[in-house]
């Protein structure tokens, strides 16, 4: 049972970044997934496609969607409220964003949630 739970999770983690990433998503379907997730985990996926595509061919289309995701609803205050978790210092202190793909970033971060 767990184990499915986890798996759900890294799923919708997943959605959310790749809809973002790939805009197989409109904002506001993004808007809708990414309000019920963990703040945490909303910050570290908004960071992780801000710093993948800082110096990206692909970056204007992948920072514009994020940056119209980012200002709907409640996700800004989300993020902000995201950034103070314990995960995201245990992140950021021990890991680079740039170090990890998409699914081994997602894996690793759900783990640590869910831990």
Known sequence: MRRMAFEQEQRAAL?????????TMSAS???GVVEEADPALIYLIFTWLRKRYADHPNSDAVIG????VSNRGTIAARMKEGQEDPVVGWFEEGHSYKD?????????IIEKLEG
């Open 65 to 68: 969607r994020l940056a119209e």
């Open 100 to 108: 990890y793909g998409s699914k081994e970033f997602i894996e690793l």
């Open 29 to 31: 379907e993004s808007q």
């Open 15 to 23: 959605r959310i970044l790749e809809g973002i990433e790939e805009g």
